[in-house]
């Protein structure tokens, strides 16, 4: 099967051709950063991220940009809302914007890094790129495609009617759109149309206005996007992603300014689809949500990832109380057959271990990926995987075992679910050292059991089930594994 995706610009799903020959340019927007991640940020992020892994298992040179808005009016009002304000987990007293968006970008890679969310090719923040914001501005003025604002306020606003294909991103019709909400009508030809350049405001602070033909102002958020782009990826691209939520007005602008200049700009649109707590959308205001952080202090990255990962990326994913238990089971069958796989095959220590990713994917799961990446049909595979290995070990077929065992870290390697977060059955020098002193004690418990000494096997048993080893009698002796948090 050949790599198929949903193509939102087309709303159909198609065959997936690089514009250039074995390399694939994937954008995808990253955080406006005025406060902490929220859950869908994450997920939107380890869609991609899989998407990503994907592209490179087959073969392809990915380079992958993700934003950052660091300039943005939610910015300068979380930060004027900062000065003179009491401390707090979120407040710092008298923050400067520039302060507060750099703060909160370090929140959102730590959660991008403890998630297992590969760092992109390029993270250009909208602040470093004003030359080029500007170029792409005098190139729609001289297009006829923009003008400043009628009111001297030194706005500039693209004009939505002079472009004929605005609305066929989202498929609306011009007149059936509201107002753009980014700046007031009272210098504008149509209210629809969106500010590429926003003049400075009394009370806003200098720092955050910028150097203009048009006077001192600061990017329009739209604009910002179609800069970086332009500018690491080139006038023409193969992906660009993002949340459903983004789709308008955000892309659809983008898409029309960029057009409008002349760029080719993206080959397929991506969005995935939102997260809900139990079937309604998520609002503060009525007190269902839950964030990254609480998740994580719920469950280890791995099992967060795996719930965030686990559906299908265009459709909604639904948060319930027991959604991390639940993803906690999975990774805990999945990581229980590798350690005792492993421990058939190679012993404990992992040695000898070599993984042949070429050989060992199988097909049902590729052909599930290379089909809009169906990451739900390519777990029901892991796991069959998983089961079969299981029967293997019970029959003491190692060569089946073998198999399995490279088949399934094969898998969770592409879905970002791979050891290199897993301590269960680590391969480097604390395990080893771990895995001594835990033999010894197995060994020491296997004597008293042949001796029918039931207290002291017991008494072994529960202080290492005290310090988080689980210890599962088999066939083929004793095996140990860490308990999950």
Known sequence: ????????????????????????????????????PHVGHIRSAIAFDQLTRWLQFRGYRVTTVRNVTDIDDKILAKSAESMGAEP???????????????????????AYDTLGVQRPTYEPRATGHIPEMHALIERLIGAGHAYPALDDSGDVYFDVRSWNKYGSLTRQNIDDMQAAPDAGPRGKRDPRDFALWKGSKEGEPETAAWDSPWGKGRPG??????????????????????????????????????????????????????????????????????????????????????????????????????????????????????????????????????????????????????????????????????RAGNTALADGNTEAVRDALHAVRTMTGVLGLDDTQRTETGTGAEHRALDSLVQAQLEERRAARAARDWARADSIRDSLTAAGITVEDTADGASWSMVQD
């Open 1 to 36: 099967m050949s790599l198929r995706f949903y193509d939102t610009a087309s709303a159909q799903v198609r065959d997936f051709v690089p514009l250039k020959e074995g390399e694939v340019s994937l954008y995808y927007c990253g955080a406006t950063v005025q406060g902490r």
């Open 88 to 110: 707090s987990a979120d407040v710092v007293p008298d923050e400067p914007w520039w302060a507060l968006a750099y703060r909160f970008e370090q929140e959102f890679a730590k």
């Open 221 to 386: 958020w739209h604009l910002e996007c179609s800069a970086m782009v332009t500018k690491y990826l080139g006038p023409q691209f193969d992906i660009h992603g993002g949340g459903l939520d983004l789709r308008f007005p955000h892309h659809e602008n983008e898409m029309a300014q960029s057009q409008a200049a002349g760029d080719g700009f993206a080959n397929f649109w991506m969005h995935n689809g939102m997260v809900t707590f139990e079937g309604e959308k998520m609002s503060k205001s009525i007190g269902n949500t839950v964030s990254p952080e609480e998740m994580l202090r719920q469950a280890t990255p791995r099992v967060v990832r795996y719930y965030l990962g686990q559906a299908h990326y265009r459709s909604v994913l639904d948060y319930r109380p027991t959604s991390l238990q639940e993803a906690a089971a999975a990774v805990e069958r999945i990581d229980g057959f590798i350690a005792k796989a492993t421990a058939k095959v190679y012993g404990t220590a992992d040695s000898g271990f070599v993984l042949d990713t070429r050989r060992s994917m199988p097909a049902a799961f590729a052909d599930a990926m290379d089909d809009d990446l169906n990451v739900p049909q390519a777990l029901a595979v892991l796991h069959d995987t998983v």
